[in-house]
């Protein structure tokens, strides 16, 4: 648990960090979904701080709409307007490093994703990872994806591969942690520790060849259900 608990702060908070374009925090905002509901339940059990920025996100942008951003800027070096070019400096998978230099040779750099406390790695890099893995699409998958939606392609299968075993540890005590409160809502409201359930699962692919299901098991007295993936 405790090896855990440092993971899950060196992926996720960043309070020992000072704040700028090059750290990450996870922060709360209204039109999160039921995955940020559970994560951030399971970051205040933590006592991990989540800081409530509703700018806090990705949006996807095409290059020449950040050039008209700019050309409407003035150059802190020449006082003109500014004019010049982009280039990307880095790119580490989703993650780039962009270069805006003026005409007059000034430049501005800014990231396109923060790195999380503690490791090399970009969050976008792993929140793509887990998103692959959530929707069962897998690497090959996320890169098709990447290709449909123009942009850069992701990590490659070894540094996905090693961004599971990363933060499976995590999301590993998040699912046990999460079972358990379902079965101790079940035998409150059963007022019991026997308990009568239902249950079904299902298999990634046809056949008995796959490696992965998932198994949902529901107590008929509560709503609350335990998946095993």
Not at 97 to 110: A, D, P, Q, R, W
Not at 192 to 198: A, D, E, H, M, P
Request: proline letters at 3%; hydrophobic letters at 30%.
């Amino acid at each position: 648990m405790k090896k855990t608990r440092q993971l899950q702060n060196d992926l996720i908070s960043d309070i020992d960090q000072p704040t700028g374009n090059e750290h990450f925090t996870y922060k709360e905002r209204q039109f999160a979904g039921p995955s940020y509901q559970k994560l951030s339940n399971f970051l205040e059990q933590q006592n991990t701080n989540v800081v409530k920025d509703t700018n806090d996100y990705y949006q996807i942008i095409h290059n020449s709409f950040l050039l008209e951003l700019m050309k409407q800027s003035i150059c802190i070096s020449c006082k003109s307007i500014w004019n010049g070019d982009m280039s990307v400096a880095q790119r580490e998978g989703l993650y780039c490093s962009l270069v805006f230099t003026c005409h007059c040779s000034n430049e501005i750099k800014i990231n396109t994703s923060k790195q999380c406390p503690k490791t090399s790695q970009r969050d976008i890099n792993i929140r793509s990872a887990i998103g692959a893995n959530f929707a069962g699409i897998g690497h090959q998958g996320l890169v098709k994806l990447c290709g449909v939606l123009n942009v850069p392609p992701p990590i490659d299968d070894d540094h996905f591969s090693r961004t599971i075993t990363r933060i499976l540890p995590v999301f590993e005590s998040h699912k046990l942690n999460s079972m358990k409160n379902a079965i101790e809502e079940a035998c409150g409201e059963s007022n019991k520790r026997k308990l009568t359930v239902s249950g079904d699962g299902t298999w990634q692919k046809r056949g008995f060849s796959s490696l992965h299901g998932v198994v949902a098991i529901m107590s008929t007295c509560s709503s609350a259900k335990v998946h095993i993936r």
